[in-house]
């Protein structure tokens, strides 16, 4: 059988959940399936599926080649819309990767009006706090907050990252408003579990000032929404990007704390490999997002 069919029926496979989903999406019999698992399986000489009645499971060798055969069909697509009109027409499956706040709340509604100009652009976006590493992972774009030192790639300064301090009125009615930094010891301040300081809030002032303030919680997350609902049922303070708190300060559910005063901004790039083809889809989405989240002229 064929290699590179046989690979897309495996990823199909894994990411479908079952033989019958694949069998679906392809358009095949489930027996026409199986029997291009089998044949990998052969050549392998392992198992890549472990099946029971009511799932199935990657084995340690199925997830490794699962992997690998994510980066080899990329890559295929990849050089057939490299000798393609995409060279001229913005078309094709768009892969990147940002962080999870800044994607649902900032990257995702920008993304539907690229999507509208560019209708032959497809979107794979995946949302995920780790450092990308976009030579490994098979990603063509990627947004990365922090500074950024990877050889090979290219770093475009998009606007910086604010976040901002935000309560609950009831909160505030139970704890008392703050009017200085210092203050926020004393309180309940919900912090992201994978800061490496998450209990060390460097604040910067109106006027520049800085004001190190070293913070206590009984509540933590490795996501901003869940701090964002922590907060609005009143568990605490909340440090987070001005876009996560936009509806619930204008509505609010959510009141200022501390205005004027924010986690000092974190730089932003636009990342992307030195070496990647500059196709009209990249082009095309490049330019998008730099006008979108570039940073301004003074």
């Known amino acids: ?24 999406i392809s358009q095949v019999s489930a027996t026409m399936v199986a029997k291009h698992i089998r044949a990998i399986e052969d050549r392998l000489g392992a198992r890549l599926l472990h099946r029971t009645t009511r799932r199935q499971q990657l084995s340690d ?13 990329a890559d295929v697509e990849l050089a057939e819309a490299s000798a393609s009109e995409l060279q001229s027409t913005a078309r094709g499956r768009l892969r990147l990767i940002a962080p999870v706040s800044f994607g649902s709340h900032s990257l995702v509604p920008a993304l539907r009006e690229y999507m509208d100009l560019h209708p032959g652009v497809s ?4 949302l995920d706090n780790c450092r990308p590493s976009l030579l490994d992972e098979g990603f063509e774009l990627g ?3 922090g500074d950024i030192d990877e050889p090979g790639v290219v770093a475009r300064p998009l606007q910086p990252y604010r976040r901002q301090l935000a309560a609950a009125p ?45 913070v206590q919680g009984r509540f933590t997350a490795n996501q901003g929404n869940a701090l964002r609902i922590a907060a609005l049922n009143g568990i605490g303070i909340a440090l987070q990007p001005e876009a996560v708190l ?41 330019d998008f997002l730099l006008d979108r989240f570039g940073q301004r002229q003074a």
Request: charged share 20%; net charge positive.
């Open 1 to 24: 059988m064929n290699k590179l069919a046989g690979m897309e029926m495996f990823v199909r496979v894994v990411e479908s959940g079952s033989f019958s989903a694949a069998a679906g």
């Open 123 to 126: 979107i794979e976006l995946a």
């Open 61 to 73: 060798v199925g997830r490794l080649y699962y992997e690998r055969c994510k980066h080899v069909l």
């Open 246 to 286: 936009a509806d619930d300060l204008a509505a609010g559910r959510l009141v200022p704390v501390l205005p004027g005063w924010s986690l000092a901004p974190s730089p932003m790039y636009l990342i992307y490999a030195q070496n990647l083809r500059p196709t009209a889809k990249l082009r095309s989405a490049i």
């Open 143 to 145: 947004i990365h907050i």
């Open 170 to 214: 009831d909160y505030l009615a139970r704890h008392g408003q703050l009017e200085r930094p210092e203050q926020l010891a004393a309180h309940e301040c919900l912090g992201l579990s994978y800061w490496r300081r998450h209990d060390r809030w460097r604040l910067v002032g109106p006027d520049g000032e800085t004001c190190n303030v070293t």
